[in-house]
């Protein structure tokens, strides 16, 4: 991707597409230039609409696997309107960040992805400055004998992005290339702007994982756990969502906050749970990705078990969608078995829920992980490096 990106003034344009590398400063400005703080995004009554928009976008990434609908509800004509464009994307991307979720990412990614394909394939007036946005270069010229353009593209980028493509027109054999340019001919009943806007796709994509990236390792925990509501609300769809294709990973044990921890095992010791433990169990376990089944089997060794009463039980709260309960309420029901200073985390003026603590928890394992792949993948190339230096000192 060019490093200095075409300049785009029009504000439509910046906020229809607010995944641009141009639109970064078009949000920030945004969001000073009306007073709104992170917190505000989250918590103000006026900036609803945006939440709600922000979340709509969420879900149909979840649900659709075809991606986010590209037809939007918002008009951008108004300023009130490209402010809920731009401003609804940024609360979406910052929850999908919150989550430490790859599968969620993933999807939401792709959702994004896939609408600009949509829209960057019927925009003409502002594709050529898009494809500039994505690509080292575009050239088109007018069809011979029709009104229709067609497009070649630098073939380094063809090269880079088509395997990630699937179907024979996507194979180098098969386009015509002249001069190092890749010739996008129309086909599939799709033009020769909508195939190149399929190769642009692919550098939203990766845009749009590198950034999230990005603040992912910058987020800290108070700040995470800001969007723990909304976190949560689009885990557990997606949680739905996904167990017919693929079940969700649970959260790794090391992960488990104390309250939930204790409270397995002491039913697994075949000590007697609490009401509030034993409610706060199964709807934290569910929260957590868990199947029915191996919730249920954490009650097997309590005193009254009972595999009939306990599935009936488990699979109500599943139906239900109970919220696990919260660190006050566990504490009142003598559910929290901390005391200060046992634990850091629970020590934190913004614990306030075990969806929380966990959530920290898989933040600093995911970014545990990936200062370890990245210290791997440097020792890798010192020790390539030394191999080269010795060869050639051999020779
Ligand atoms: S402080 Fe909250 S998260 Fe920590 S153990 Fe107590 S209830 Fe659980």
Redesign the pocket.
């Known amino acids: 991707m060019p490093l200095t990106p075409p300049v785009i003034e029009d504000e439509s344009v910046l906020a229809r597409y607010p995944f641009l590398p141009q639109s970064r400063d078009y949000i920030r400005a945004q969001l000073s230039d009306n007073g709104i703080t992170v917190e505000g995004l989250i918590e103000e009554p006026w900036m609803e609409d945006i939440r709600r928009r922000g979340s709509l976008r969420l879900v149909e990434s979840v649900v659709h696997s075809e991606g986010v609908d590209s037809a939007t509800t918002v008009d951008i004509s108004s300023d009130v309107g490209r402010m809920t464009e731009a401003l609804s994307f940024l609360h979406a991307m910052l929850v999908v960040c919150a989550s430490f979720e790859d599968r969620l990412l993933n999807r939401w990614v792709e959702g994004e992805a896939s609408r600009a394909d949509q829209l960057f394939g019927i925009d003409s007036p502002n594709f050529d400055t898009i494809a500039r946005t994505y690509l080292s270069d575009i050239r088109s010229e007018a069809m011979p004998g029709t009104t229709e353009i067609v497009y070649h593209v630098p073939m380094v980028d063809f090269l880079e992005l088509c395997p990630k493509i699937t179907g024979k027109y996507w194979r180098l054999v098969n386009r015509p290339v002249e001069a190092g340019w890749v010739r996008m001919d129309p086909a599939s009943g799709e033009t020769s702007q909508q195939r190149t806007a399929r190769l642009l796709k692919e550098r939203v994509r990766q845009s749009l994982t590198t950034e999230c990236a990005d603040r992912m390792a910058k987020m800290d925990d108070a700040f995470a756990g800001l969007f723990a509501d909304p976190v949560d609300r689009i885990l557990g769809l997606l949680s739905e969502r996904v167990t017919a294709e693929m079940p969700m990973s649970a959260a790794v044990r090391e992960d488990w906050?104390?309250?939930f921890e204790s409270a397995v095992a002491e039913l697994a010791q075949g000590i007697n749970v609490n009401h509030t433990g034993r409610v706060f169990l199964a709807a934290m376990s569910r929260a957590m990705g868990h199947t029915p089944e191996l919730t249920a089997s954490f009650f097997e060794n309590a005193p009254d078990y009972n595999a009939e009463t306990t599935s009936y039980q488990v699979a109500h709260i599943y139906e239900r969608q109970y919220t696990p309960h919260g660190?006050s309420a566990?504490?009142t029901g003598a559910r929290?078995?901390?005391s200060h200073g046992d634990?850091r985390l629970?020590d934190q003026e913004w614990?306030t829920h075990?969806l929380k603590?966990l959530r920290a928890k898989q933040r600093r394992r995911y970014q545990d992980e990936s200062l370890a792949q990245a210290a791997d993948e440097s020792a890798e190339r010192t020790e390539g490096a030394s191999e080269a230096s010795d060869k050639a000192d051999s020779s």
């Open positions: 906050p104390p309250c660190c566990l504490k929290c078995p901390v634990d629970c614990m075990p603590y």
